[in-house]
């Protein structure tokens, strides 16, 4: 599966952005899906992912509260809401599948990336 993110950009501390992530098949739609970053010199990092049905989701520590994840399954596509960005949110976003579905948090929990789509909070 090929899976697309857009979205990504320019944006004050503070402001909002809504990340998209469009897959090529429905075979998706059974699976968990997560949004990763990495920012330049630093490993990639897991960001939030959602269940199948969307029943549980999982966020990292640092973007609780501020970030969410939906997925639109008629759509097969996953959306994360970016709110309150701070410069520390700056690096380029992935989006992933995962065979299992219920989500995980471990790069090895997901087996198709997508590519990044870069975001720059600037202070």
């Known amino acids: 599966v090929q899976l697309q993110a857009s979205g990504g950009g320019l944006v004050q501390a503070g402001g909002s952005l809504r990340l998209s992530c469009a897959a090529s098949?429905?075979?998706?739609?059974?699976?968990?899906m997560g949004w990763f970053r990495q920012a330049p010199g630093k490993e990639r990092e897991f960001v939030a992912a959602?269940?199948?049905?969307?029943?549980?989701?999982n966020y990292a520590d640092s973007v609780k509260g501020r970030f969410a994840i939906s997925r639109d399954r008629l759509k097969n596509a996953i959306y994360l809401q970016m709110n309150s960005l701070d410069p520390e949110d700056t690096a380029a976003y992935y989006c992933?599948?995962?065979?299992?579905?219920?989500?995980?948090?471990?790069?090895?929990?997901?087996?198709?990336w997508g590519q990044g789509t870069q975001v720059t909070v600037s202070s």
């Open positions: 959602i269940s199948w049905n969307g029943g549980i989701t």
């Open positions: 992933a599948a995962s065979h299992r579905a219920v989500p995980g948090t471990g790069l090895r929990d997901f087996r198709s």
């Open positions: 098949s429905r075979t998706v739609s059974n699976n968990a």
